[in-house]
């Protein structure tokens, strides 16, 4: 079956870092594109950062350019997501989520950051 298991979230001070992993199994990871989005408390899901099948392209949102970068392993099924100078805004549950055009999506179940001021 199908899995997509997030960690590496927790609390972290603002200026901190983190880095989240996504370990995956039940599919065939390196033929689907990885994403990264995040759900604040109230707010709606938002795309956060994407990542082709080779790992050759990447694409942020602006809010988050230049600090976090997303990158996977196809060996070990896993994408990681590299979150430098946290700020409180960054606060939400972080879901990983599998693309591939006419196929089945997947999502994981999240994983929460929090970052204090």
């Known amino acids: 079956q199908v899995q997509l298991v997030e960690s590496g979230g927790g609390l972290v001070e603002s200026g901190g870092s983190l880095r989240l992993s996504c370990a995956t199994s039940g599919f065939t990871f390196s033929s689907y594109a990885m994403k990264w989005y995040r759900q604040a408390p109230g707010k709606e899901r938002e795309f956060v950062a994407f990542?082709?099948?080779?790992?050759?392209?990447?694409m942020y949102a602006e809010s988050v350019k230049g600090r976090f970068t997303i990158s996977r392993d196809n060996a070990k099924n896993t994408v990681y997501l590299h979150m430098h100078s946290l700020k409180p805004k960054d606060t939400a549950v972080y879901y990983c989520?599998?693309?591939?055009?006419?196929?089945?999506?997947?999502w994981g179940q999240g994983t929460q950051v929090t970052v204090s001021s």
């Open positions: 990542i082709t099948t080779t790992g050759g392209g990447t």
């Open positions: 989520h599998a693309h591939r055009s006419n196929s089945m999506n997947y």
